[in-house]
């Protein structure tokens, strides 16, 4: 039963921070009218959000089993609710910078505690993949439900209104719910310490050392290549949409929202498909698939002209086809975490995933920020053209990593015949 209600309070949480995060989207359209700033000034509300995961994910990620993984979830919790009420209270784009701020350093404890916790409650590979992807699919879901939260609590008729600002009462009263659950539920933590990681100074060596292992920076590329592909659609989507497709604001945000709907789809469906197919094979097939699609459906975007009556049911095509890379996008970011940390010790995990949630808030920040360029400089078309590139990049670095984990698993038997003998 604890273990049920912990693997609950992980998807919660996990959920709750889907909604924050990936709001950065909706945030920026709605800073641009409401406060006035302009693209690459709202921009740079990933870079706080960003910067502060990396950050504090280098400080704290491999000292965190030391103040333990559910104090660290219920901190964060604390953090974010408050920064969440000061939003409606104190309204302007210094408090949002202010809030992503906050979201950034709740996350960052949220993630490497989540990732960790997720080795503690499971047995072997198979069971920590399936986990991963439910709780990432779980994630997406969240992202879906925050597209429509948001959407609901913005004035259609004058979208500048700045009452889309009261949503946050509804995201603060959610993160004191999750933390009493969190509170009532139990984790046994004591086979994510050692003799290593009992000490701060023992935990820093912890995480240096992960950096011996080939393995480890191949794969911190790849997952940096990933965020950066994934953030340059889920942030920029809502204003490709509106001033590409040209949708209304509220409209561009739920249009959006099929792209979180489509990769939390894929993340469920891919623990049942990598029964019957390598991870390599289906995560090479997602990349190239990615691109197909970029390729095909981008063209279908040029030249729409406005209209008043634009509705659900006569939408440009483009709008629905683009948000289905969530589909191919789905399983790639965690299998390779999967893949990465069930091939690593129980003690190294929060270490490793420190530098996980470092590499990916890098990528994002960097995605994003090319993306805003590319947008204001060109236009959205070119901006989403551009990932073809990583895309090609992250083609290499899956057959870097798959070589390294066959060599690792290698390895790995032959440590063990000589620690026999």
Not at 82 to 111: D, Q, V
């Given at each position: 039963?604890?273990?049920?209600?912990?693997?609950?309070?992980?998807?919660?949480?996990?959920?709750?921070?889907?909604?924050?995060?990936?709001?950065?989207?909706?945030?920026?359209?709605?800073?641009?009218?409401?406060?006035?700033?302009d693209?690459?000034?709202?921009?740079?509300?990933?870079?706080?959000?960003?910067?502060t995961?990396?950050?504090?994910?280098?400080?704290?990620?491999?000292?965190?089993?030391?103040?333990?993984?559910?104090?660290a979830m219920?901190?964060?919790?604390?953090?974010?609710?408050?920064?969440?009420?000061?939003?409606?209270?104190?309204p302007?784009?210094?408090?949002?910078?202010?809030?992503?701020?906050?979201?950034?350093?709740?996350?960052?404890?949220?993630?490497?505690?989540?990732?960790?916790?997720?080795?503690?409650?499971?047995?072997?590979?198979?069971?920590?993949?399936?986990?991963?992807?439910?709780i990432?699919?779980l994630?997406?879901?969240?992202?879906?439900?925050?597209?429509?939260?948001?959407?609901?609590?913005?004035?259609?008729?004058?979208?500048?209104?700045?009452?889309?600002?009261?949503?946050?009462?509804?995201?603060?009263?959610?993160?004191?719910?999750?933390?009493?659950?969190?509170?009532?539920?139990?984790?046994?933590?004591?086979?994510?310490?050692?003799e290593?990681?009992?000490?701060?100074?023992?935990?820093?060596?912890?995480?240096?050392?992960l950096?011996?292992?080939?393995?480890?920076?191949?794969?911190?590329?790849?997952?940096?290549?990933?965020?950066?592909?994934?953030?340059?659609?889920?942030?920029?989507?809502?204003?490709?949409?509106?001033?590409?497709?040209?949708?209304?604001?509220?409209?561009?945000?739920?249009?959006?929202?099929?792209?979180?709907?489509?990769?939390?789809?894929?993340?469920?469906?891919?623990?049942?498909?990598?029964?019957?197919?390598?991870?390599h094979?289906?995560?090479?097939?997602?990349?190239?698939g990615?691109?197909?699609l970029?390729v095909?459906?981008?063209?279908?975007?040029?030249?729409?002209?406005?209209?008043?009556?634009?509705?659900?049911?006569n939408?440009?095509?483009?709008?629905?086809?683009?948000?289905?890379?969530?589909?191919?996008?789905?399983?790639?970011?965690?299998?390779?975490?999967?893949?990465?940390?069930?091939?690593?010790?129980?003690?190294?995990?929060?270490?490793?995933?420190?530098?996980?949630?470092?590499?990916?808030?890098?990528?994002?920040?960097?995605?994003?920020?090319?993306?805003?360029?590319?947008?204001?400089?060109?236009?959205?078309?070119?901006?989403?053209?551009?990932?073809?590139?990583?895309?090609?990049?992250?083609?290499i670095?899956?057959?870097?990593?798959?070589?390294?984990?066959?060599?690792?698993?290698?390895?790995?038997?032959?440590?063990?015949?000589?620690?026999?003998?």
């Amino acid at each position: 039963m604890n273990r049920l209600r912990m693997i609950a309070a992980l998807a919660l949480i996990y959920m709750v921070f889907a909604i924050l995060l990936n709001s950065v989207g909706t945030v920026i359209l709605q800073a641009i009218h409401t406060f006035g700033v302009d693209k690459p000034q709202a921009s740079l509300l990933e870079l706080f959000k960003d910067l502060t995961i990396a950050v504090t994910s280098l400080l704290v990620a491999s000292f965190l089993p030391l103040l333990g993984y559910r104090r660290a979830m219920m901190l964060a919790l604390a953090i974010v609710g408050a920064a969440c009420m000061l939003m409606p209270l104190y309204p302007g784009f210094h408090t949002t910078e202010l809030l992503f701020t906050c979201i950034g350093i709740s996350f960052a404890l949220t993630k490497v505690a989540v990732y960790s916790s997720i080795g503690l409650l499971t047995r072997n590979k198979a069971e920590h993949g399936r986990l991963t992807n439910t709780i990432e699919g779980l994630f997406m879901v969240g992202v879906l439900a925050g597209g429509w939260i948001f959407s609901a609590f913005i004035d259609h008729a004058a979208p500048a209104n700045p009452s889309w600002l009261h949503v946050y009462w509804l995201l603060a009263g959610i993160c004191a719910l999750v933390i009493v659950l969190l509170a009532g539920s139990q984790l046994d933590e004591s086979a994510a310490h050692n003799e290593r990681t009992s000490s701060m100074l023992g935990s820093l060596r912890e995480m240096l050392q992960l950096f011996l292992r080939p393995l480890v920076y191949v794969f911190l590329i790849s997952a940096f290549l990933y965020v950066l592909i994934e953030q340059s659609f889920g942030t920029w989507l809502p204003t490709f949409n509106n001033e590409v497709l040209k949708l209304p604001n509220a409209m561009s945000i739920q249009v959006a929202s099929i792209l979180a709907g489509a990769t939390a789809i894929g993340r469920l469906l891919a623990g049942q498909v990598l029964r019957r197919v390598p991870w390599h094979v289906l995560l090479n097939i997602c990349v190239i698939g990615m691109g197909l699609l970029v390729v095909v459906v981008l063209p279908l975007a040029r030249n729409v002209v406005a209209r008043a009556d634009i509705d659900w049911f006569n939408a440009p095509a483009a709008a629905y086809l683009i948000p289905l890379i969530g589909l191919l996008m789905a399983p790639i970011y965690p299998v390779i975490n999967s893949v990465a940390l069930s091939s690593l010790p129980k003690p190294s995990h929060a270490a490793m995933t420190g530098l996980i949630v470092i590499f990916s808030a890098l990528g994002g920040t960097l995605g994003s920020r090319i993306t805003a360029i590319v947008f204001a400089r060109f236009d959205g078309i070119h901006a989403f053209y551009f990932s073809l590139l990583p895309m090609t990049l992250l083609l290499i670095l899956l057959f870097l990593f798959k070589r390294e984990t066959d060599r690792s698993a290698v390895v790995a038997p032959v440590k063990v015949g000589l620690a026999a003998k």
